[in-house]
Structures are given as C-alpha cells and as structure tokens.
C-alpha cells in the first residue's frame, strides 16, 4: 500500500487575497492559525470540503517568509520524515527543508523532486 496525499498547502505573498480567492473559487471555509504555528497559515478542514462520495483533503493558505515567491504543494504521509528526505536524496532529488516541528506533534519536510517539483511530507503520529 502507498503512502496517501494527506495535505495541500498555497503559501504567497497576500495571504489575505490568497483566502479570499480560495474561498470565492471554491467556497473553503478557514480556520484560525493553530496555537504554537505560522501566525499567518489558515487551515482549511478536511470535513466540509469533500464531494458526495467523501473524496478530499484538507490543506492550508499561508504566508511566506520575507522574499519568497511562494508554492503549492501536497504533503505525502510517510512514519519518518528523516527516513523519506534520505531516500529522496538517494532518489536524485533534494532536500529542502525538515525534518522541522513547527508545533508539538507535527514533523515535516519538502523536498524537489528531480524534475524541480516542490512536494511536502509529513510524519504519521
């Protein structure tokens, strides 16, 4: 069995234009940055963002740090972040970022795949 697509996230520069798009074009609902997060990353929940088989995912909208264009991404669910970010490495692409804790209990990564694509992963709990 693969490992799944759990998460989606668009990180720019306007972070409020950025959700007001979103929610217009697709009518995603935005909740409040998580305690101990990025101030500026609004999560969009998995429930109430399904079709009527039950088929989504959940994601985020954020901002970038000071003078990064910004990407879009999904997040891969992998047991060790750490693990995964060696073998994309063993692979031909590059590690990018992680692994990192951006709040208790959430371990990330993002790497390139060798074609330059930017793909997060994030550790199962």
């Known amino acids: 069995m693969g490992q799944p697509v759990v998460h989606f996230e668009v990180v720019g520069n306007d972070v409020g234009k950025l959700r007001s798009f979103y929610s217009e074009l697709a009518g995603w609902s935005f909740d409040s940055p998580p305690p101990g997060g990025p101030t500026e990353y609004y999560v969009v929940s998995r429930e109430g963002n399904t079709n009527s088989e039950g088929v989504g995912i959940g994601g985020g909208v954020g901002a970038g740090p000071e003078g990064y264009d910004g990407h879009v991404t999904f997040y891969i669910e992998v047991?060790?972040?750490?693990?995964?970010?060696?073998?994309?490495?063993?692979?031909?692409?590059?590690?990018?970022?992680g692994p990192e804790t951006p709040v208790e209990g959430l371990t990330i990564g993002l790497f390139n795949d060798p074609e330059g694509h930017l793909v997060g992963l994030v550790q199962s709990q």
């Open 79 to 97: 047991p060790d972040v750490g693990a995964s970010l060696d073998q994309v490495e063993k692979l031909g692409g590059s590690r990018m970022m």
